[in-house]
């Protein structure tokens, strides 16, 4: 049975929070993999509100900066440019996982809406299940059935292939060589736990998109290595924004596909249009186009 205690609750007056970011959530304790953790559970919420098409959110590439940092959630907020930051303390004792949230006006003032979780560990996704449809409650009026559908989705039911690729968004971010390998073997671990997930894949395309770059492998190896992984996580969940991300530059990169990329880049943006990053890379390509006023636009 899931325990939760509410610990504040304001109504949000209607548009008062028109973009939102999702801080990682600060571990209290000293575990790498618990930092990992709450970079992961950030992640999550991220895609799962940004699935709903009503509220608007930095993407994770924006605020995996603040992981592991102490830094105060309105000047987050400010530095983002965000009207509210969901800020959250996790902690884990023996089997359990407590895990304390708020969602902070970047303006200043009381929290918006604060909650505080008690729960196993292995009811991990029921936690997630909860907060997602708490936080999205506190910012929207009133979601359809379809809405709610999209944000309680899960990608996976295994707990360990989740723990891994969280590790691996973790390593994944340093973007050094050996912490990208390091990334490339949490995605891999990931994929062993649960052959369908389909974001490990979808993170092993991008890992191998900058071993390319970075020379860590030939680049000719390390994009046809990512183009595989890439059509793996399409093949599993055509209607993740991640593996399109990754597609369209592939297509890019190996087949000088200028139509092809834009293609995929803007179904990223129709699956994840509240989601900032698709919009980013987007707006990249259309810059590298030529199209500098439609790059403002996206």
């Keep these: 049975r899931l325990v939760w205690r509410q610990e504040a609750l304001i109504e949000v007056p209607p548009r008062a929070v028109e973009l939102l970011a999702v801080q990682p959530f600060a571990s209290l304790g000293p575990e790498e993999g618990d930092r990992a953790l709450g970079l992961g559970m950030a992640d999550a919420l991220i895609t799962r509100l940004a699935a709903t098409g009503r509220v608007a959110v930095r993407p994770t590439g924006a605020i995996r900066r603040f992981a592991g940092a102490a830094v105060d959630p309105v000047e987050a907020g400010r530095q983002l440019g965000v009207d509210a930051v969901l800020d959250g303390r996790l902690q884990r004792s023996d089997t359990r996982l407590r895990l ?11 929290p ?3 909650e505080r979780f008690d729960e196993e560990i292995t009811h991990l996704f029921a936690v997630e299940d909860r907060v997602a449809e708490r936080v999205a409650t506190a910012l929207v009026a009133e979601l359809s059935a379809e809405e709610r559908q999209r944000l309680a989705r899960r990608q996976t039911e295994s707990l360990e292939a989740y723990q891994a690729y969280c590790r691996g968004r973790f390593f994944w971010g340093r973007f050094s060589r050996p912490w990208v390998e390091k990334a490339m073997r949490c995605f891999h671990e990931a ?10 894949h979808a993170g092993l395309a991008d890992a191998f998109l900058v071993a390319g770059f ?4 030939p680049p000719r190896e390390a994009w046809a290595l990512a183009e595989e992984s890439s059509r793996r996580a399409l093949a599993l969940d055509d209607g993740l924004p991640e593996p399109h991300v990754s597609a369209g530059f592939l297509r890019l990169l190996l087949e000088w596909d200028w139509d092809g990329a834009e293609r995929e880049l803007r179904r ?18 259309l810059d590298l186009r030529g199209r500098p006023e439609e790059a403002a636009l996206s």
């Design 100 to 110: 304390t949230l708020q969602l902070v006006p970047t303006r200043g003032g009381a």
């Design 214 to 217: 970075a020379g860590a492998l």
């Design 191 to 200: 994929t062993i736990h649960d052959p369908r997930y389909a974001l490990p």
């Design 112 to 114: 918006l809406w604060a």
């Design 268 to 285: 990223a943006v129709d699956l994840a249009p509240s989601s900032t990053a698709p919009h980013q890379w987007l707006g990249l390509l």
